[in-house]
């Protein structure tokens, strides 16, 4: 059990909030969130790279010059990948590098970036979030009082148009729902701040499932 301490919008701490790390997992898994990250860094790979090879080059396919009695070395036709103006040797062509993980483990290791942010009092609880007006300077202003300096994703309980607009021109600060952050989103900033509301959607479903096992592994095996 963990107490985190629960601001308002002007910084200032109103309650704790008490909290059993165990509803998120049991450890944290490195290997697995490095696996999860690396899953995300290559699926925003663009991969549109693109060299020729000798087949695409423009030039003659006649051999330059006779094979012997010239002196020098042997060569082929001007398209050739030694030449200079040649296809590349290796040429590279756009390829998809995205894959997938299973859902399952990526969920679990978005608890666990979750974990390790709450370990390393890098998770700032608010008791609610109202921007009342899409503005910068209201973001700018909330960050300031949360003593927030660094880059930082701003998780809401739900969709908030005027929370996201007021943060989008705010450089290294992303503004999530709570059902849509994965692993990478969250260990990527170095802070992370979440409403209570938002922290109680992410956790909801670990909880009951939580419950779940621990209630069938409680009854008595016949």
Do not use: C, W
Not at 25 to 44: C, D, G, R, S, T
Not at 45 to 51: I, V, Y
Not at 181 to 204: C, H
């Amino acid at each position: 059990m963990v107490s985190i301490p629960v601001y308002n919008m002007s910084g200032a701490q109103v309650e704790t909030f008490d909290f059993d790390e165990r509803e998120l997992a049991e450890y944290i898994n490195i290997k697995l969130l490095h696996e999860a990250v690396v899953m995300y860094q290559a699926n925003l790979r663009q991969g549109s790279a693109k060299t020729k090879t000798r087949a695409e080059v423009t030039g003659a396919k006649k051999k330059m010059y006779r094979q012997k009695g010239t002196g020098n070395a042997r060569a082929g036709h001007r398209r050739s990948g030694v030449r200079r103006g040649g296809g590349h040797i290796f040429a590279k062509a756009p390829r998809d590098f995205s894959y997938r993980l299973p859902r399952k483990a990526l969920q679990t290791a978005t608890r666990m970036a979750l974990l390790s942010k709450i370990d390393g009092s890098d998770l700032i609880l608010l008791d609610e979030l109202t921007i009342k007006e899409i503005k910068t300077k209201n973001m700018v202003e909330l960050l300031g009082n949360l003593k927030v300096d660094s880059s930082v994703l701003v998780a809401t309980d739900a969709y908030d148009i005027i929370t996201y607009k007021s943060g989008r021109n705010i450089p290294r600060t992303t503004v999530l729902p709570a059902a849509e952050i994965n692993a990478y989103q969250v260990l990527k900033p170095q802070k992370v701040v979440m409403t209570k509301k938002a922290l109680e959607t992410f956790r909801r479903p670990v909880k009951e499932i939580t419950e779940e096992i621990r209630s069938d592994s409680s009854e008595p095996v016949a």
